[in-house]
Nanobody, 122 residues
Framework: QVQLVQSGGGLVQPGGSLRLSCAASGSIFRINRMGWYRQAPGKQRELVASIIRDGNTIYTDSVKGRFTASTDIAKNALYLQMNSLKLEDTAVYYC????????????????WGQGTQVTVSS
């Protein structure tokens, strides 16, 4: 079993910044990919950023140039630095990880963090 524990988030004014963290623990042989998703009221969950082991990172168009995702491999941690926040960034943010739990695991399993509210308001 793997647990993803999120921290960060909160209330910020437009143009402000927040940093989200996600730490994975438990049975982990290798994490193939970690990513951030968000879900705003009345809308479907969308991918915000995704990063794989070789460092390749993708972002949804609406956050490019403002958000930066990064990993700390030694800590099995994922971060999301959010700058120049806009009202439309208001959502619950979730981290996600694709994990090979042991050296003999044939297929990865997917885990979600508990979600963190980010509210951008003046």
């Amino acid at each position: 079993q793997v647990q993803l524990v999120q921290s960060g988030g909160g209330l910020v004014q437009p143009g402000g910044s927040l940093r989200l963290s996600c730490a994975a623990s438990g049975s982990i042989f290798r994490i193939n990919r970690m990513g951030w998703y968000r879900q705003a009221p009345g809308k479907q969950r969308e991918l915000v950023a995704s990063i794989i082991r070789d460092g390749n990172t993708i972002y949804t168009d609406s956050v490019k140039g403002r958000f930066t995702a990064s990993t700390d491999i030694a800590k099995n941690a994922l971060y999301l630095q959010m700058n120049s926040l806009k009202l439309e960034d208001t959502a619950v943010y979730y981290c996600n990880a694709e994990v090979l739990e042991t050296i003999t695991t044939l297929a990865p399993r997917y885990y979600w963090g508990q979600g963190t509210q980010v509210t951008v308001s003046s």
